[in-house]
Every structure is written in structure tokens, then in C-alpha cells.
């Protein structure tokens, strides 16, 4: 059975695995070191975060970081990717948000092709300011009912 709840403390080990071996497959054009150097920051914020664990069978697989309408991460363990975890993911959010925005790396086409599939739209593109790489600011706003003005 799968389920997505709110993060507790003990999912903390498996919610950074995810996220770095995630970081590694996904953004190959960044040093290893980079993920490396950021993890025990990471590690911190993440509880005081809002984040969502998607769990199946027991096990942590895959999770969604928020702060204050902005997502901090979406992230799925290597073994589940294309499996529709991490649009069941964002459709969580969409569920309260009506509105929240991201960032995600130009050269990570798969991830912003997977935003746009999920109703993402691209506002501007930034250089990120640690690495130099482009970037794009994207956002998502709940489409409005045909019985709303």
C-alpha cells in the first residue's frame, strides 16, 4: 500500500538518501562535491520544513519539500523513477496551494519537461548564484472553475 504523509523525524535517514542520489542522477553537471558539501545544511532544514513523504510497503520512496508556497525539492529513490510518484506528489500540494513556485536547473530537461507536463509554467530564467548555472523560475497557479469569475 502506498501512502503520502506528513514527515516525521525518523524518515530523516532515508528522506537524505533520496535526496542525494537524486541530486547526483539528476544534475551530473555539478560536481558530486557540491551535494556533498550542502548535505548536513540540508540534513537541518529539513525539519523545519513542510515535506511529504511518499511511502510504499513501509519504506520511504519518494518526497516533496515546501516552504511558504515554494518547493524546496521533489525528489523519488532511484528504483521508483517513472512511476508517477512524483506527479502523485505535486498533485498533493496542488490540492491546498493555489499557487507555489520553484526553481529548477535548465540542463535538467527531464525535470522541467516533467514540470510542465504537471501544469508548471516557466516565468523567467536566473543564473543561480552558488553555481553559475541557468535556472528557471517556474510556477504553478490553480486553474479557476468555469463558475468562478
Known amino acids: 500500500m502506498d501512502i503520502i504523509r506528513k514527515y516525521i523525524e525518523t524518515d530523516l535517514d532515508a528522506v537524505m ?11 551530473a553537471f555539478i560536481g ?4 556533498k558539501r550542502n548535505f548536513n545544511y540540508v540534513r537541518r532544514a529539513i525539519s523545519q520544513s513542510e515535506v511529504y513523504v511518499y511511502e510504499f510497503e513501509g519504506k520511504v520512496i519518494g518526497f516533496i519539500g515546501l516552504d511558504e508556497g ?9 528504483d521508483f523513477t517513472r512511476e508517477g510518484i512524483g506527479s502523485r506528489l505535486l498533485n498533493y500540494i496542488k490540492e491546498d496551494l493555489e499557487f507555489f513556485t520553484l526553481h529548477v536547473f535548465q540542463k535538467n530537461e527531464a525535470a522541467v519537461s516533467f514540470y510542465q507536463k504537471n501544469g508548471l509554467k516557466i516565468k523567467e530564467t536566473q543564473v543561480n548564484e552558488d553555481l553559475g548555472e541557468e535556472e528557471y523560475y517556474m510556477y504553478y497557479r490553480k486553474p479557476k472553475k468555469e463558475n468562478e469569475a
Not at 17 to 27: D, E, L, R, S, V
Not at 32 to 35: C, G, I, L, M
Not at 70 to 78: A, T
Open 32 to 35: 558530486e562535491e557540491y551535494w
Open 17 to 27: 538518501y533520496i535526496w542525494f542520489q537524486g541530486n547526483k542522477t539528476a544534475h
Open 70 to 78: 515554494y518547493v524546496q525539492g521533489l525528489f523519488v529513490h532511484p
